[in-house]
């Protein structure tokens, strides 16, 4: 699957994700990426990362990812943005909830972005 830019990617990981496509989201991922944590830990690797999101899938968690910019060089991309994960909780209540995201896509030798690096909830404080 070629992803031909980060705003691709963004949209066939938030299609997968509410497709149930667990291989299909894992797929957009290089395999030594990282995830950042709302406390700052990091959770590093597609398995790792696998066990995150197969928690979204389970959970009918719908993906809403706009990216405002892309900063991009021929191989490294930093997009900022807005996700919003909505579904319903334990109790059957509805709830959605949005983070300022950033996000850095790397271009792989076969010219398509993966995802490298991603702070869902923003950077977390110092």
């Not at 991922?29 to 995150?52: F, H, K, N, S």
């Not at 943005?81 to 109790?91: K, R, W």
């Amino acid at each position: 699957m070629l992803s031909g830019s980060p705003e691709a990617v963004s949209a066939a990981f938030a299609a997968a994700i509410e497709a149930g496509d667990l291989p299909g989201a894992m797929a957009l991922w290089l395999e030594d990426a990282v995830m950042i944590q709302p406390d700052g830990a990091t959770i590093q690797g597609r398995d790792t990362i696998e066990a995150a999101l197969r928690a979204l899938i389970d959970h009918d968690i719908a993906l809403d990812i706009q990216l405002a910019r892309v900063f991009a060089t021929a191989d490294v991309a930093v997009g900022l943005g807005t996700l919003t994960m909505s579904g319903t909780d334990a109790d059957g209540r509805a709830f959605a909830q949005r983070s300022q995201s950033v996000v850095i896509f790397a271009r792989r030798p076969d010219g398509a972005w993966r995802l490298a690096l991603d702070a869902p909830w923003g950077l977390p404080e110092a």
